[in-house]
């Protein structure tokens, strides 16, 4: 007896990455197409997928069964953006239009703007403000298609302010659909008390913050701002290591604006990720390679911050795989849209739909761990689907800044749909 179908999606051009693992260099610009597809759930699961005239053989539709017309449509997997400061205290347009002049985001910086100034609104709002925003984060992002996310705390600077932002995105998967992936980033930048004492504060992090946060369980990664000016890549291969040895996973902010070595740091520590890489070089790219780091870009704050793009071509013709996410954050990204990142990688990192809808997808599963579970489809995987009001999956990247996205689908439930 074929199973019984709670949910079907009819008739679309579905598509997916082929497996559950990194696709790397030219493989990125391949993707699974059923041109007529359908995919079942149940469960909350994938329960089956394939081309329309195989459907009745496989999979059970009764009248129970929540029927989705995907006609002329498509049908992908939801999208994983795999970097995001999703959860903070204030905004700053103000900055955003002084950069908009030709202010340089690292002196903004240096002047007690920038991360600071959301480090001061993050400490002022309790953690229901940072709920409440999140929120609409999240809700901003479910109408673009993601259907999980990497988030950072960082805007605390100091314990009590770390953990709430923590708890805030523990309050958040208890709320929203998206499921958020933890990341504690108390290494984000310097806080004014600790001016002159920057050693004391890697020590802080080290010795009272780290060990706290992993008592509480609360984050499940550790990330640096490695940059000049921030964290070196002594302080952060310092705090990389104890994090480590307590358990937590890695990811790392690495040659953002400066090639400081951090793509080099990341190899050495086998993080799950290094982001960013913006100036990253030969060295570093090779750092990566050997140790099957994942090189996530986020090209919507090289576009926001008017800064030269990552070398994607150069990692994908050495072979290497590569992730996109959007850097959502109030400064540097206030961009929650991994549609309009997958339009600026195929115009400003020159990959084709094929290698950015990959990176989107199942190389940003792999980054956050998830990648057996999520990230493509097939039978047995979460089933996390999006679907487009597009007739191709190359007019998602092409109809720059228009909102496709129809329906969402989050294990196996219907949880957006477009008015
Ligand atoms: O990934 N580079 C450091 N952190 C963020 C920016 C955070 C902010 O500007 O608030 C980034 O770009
Ligand atoms: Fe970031």
């Known amino acids: 007896m074929p199973r019984k179908a709670e949910l079907v999606v009819l008739g679309g051009q579905v598509i997916t990455p082929k497996g559950s693992t990194a696709v790397c260099g030219g493989d990125m610009k391949e993707l699974t197409v059923f041109e007529q597809g359908w995919v079942a759930c149940a469960d909350g699961q994938i329960i089956g ?13 009764t009248t129970a069964t929540t029927v989705v017309d995907a006609a002329g449509k498509v049908v992908a997997p939801g ?8 959860v903070f205290g204030g905004s700053r347009e103000d900055e955003f239009y002084l950069r908009a002049q030709g202010a340089d985001y690292m002196e903004i910086m240096a002047a007690g703007g ?6 001061k609104a993050t400490r002022e709002a309790s953690l229901e403000e940072l709920v409440e925003r999140g929120l609409q984060h999240l809700d901003w992002m479910l109408s673009q298609g993601v259907t999980t996310v990497e988030c950072k705390s960082g805007y605390g600077l100091d314990l009590e302010t770390e953990i709430k932002q923590l708890r805030a995105v523990q309050i958040l998967n208890e709320r929203h659909p998206i499921e958020v992936v ?26 009272g913050m780290l060990p706290e946060i992993a008592r509480l369980n609360l984050a499940e990664y ?19 290591t104890s994090a480590r040895e307590l358990g937590f996973k890695l990811r790392l902010h690495a040659d953002e604006m400066t090639d400081l070595g951090g793509a080099e740091l990341a190899g050495e520590l086998q993080a799950a990720s290094a982001d960013h890489l913006l100036k990253v070089s030969d060295r570093g790219l090779a750092a990566l390679q050997g140790a099957g780091v994942m090189p996530i870009l986020l090209p919507a704050t090289a576009f926001v911050l008017k800064k030269p793009y990552a070398p994607a071509r150069k990692m994908l013709n050495r072979g290497l795989p590569l992730a996109l996410a959007t850097d959502f954050n109030p400064g540097s990204a206030p961009v929650p849209s991994m549609l309009l990142v997958l339009s600026l990688a195929c115009l400003y990192l020159s990959l084709t739909p094929e290698e950015a809808l990959n990176g989107a997808t199942i190389n940003a599963a792999v980054s956050l761990g998830r990648s057996e579970r999520l990230g493509s489809l097939a039978v047995g995987k979460q089933a996390d689907l999006v679907v487009f009001g597009v007739k191709h999956y190359r007019q998602i990247p092409y109809y720059v800044g228009a ?7 989050i294990r196996g439930e219907i949880v957006y749909e477009a008015q």
């Open 49 to 61: 997928i394939g081309e329309m005239g195989e459907l009745e053989d496989r999979v059970a539709v």
């Open 114 to 119: 920038g991360i600071l100034s959301s480090v």
């Open 79 to 86: 999208l994983v953006d795999p970097h995001t400061h999703l």
């Open 222 to 240: 550790c990330d640096v701002f490695c940059e000049k000016g921030v964290f070196s890549v002594e302080q952060a291969r310092r705090i990389m």
């Open 403 to 409: 909102n496709l996205v129809e329906t969402v689908i």
């Open 182 to 207: 933890p990341t504690f980033m108390g290494a984000h930048a310097f806080p004014p008390e600790y001016r002159g004492r920057e050693e004391e504060f890697v020590d802080l992090i080290i010795d």
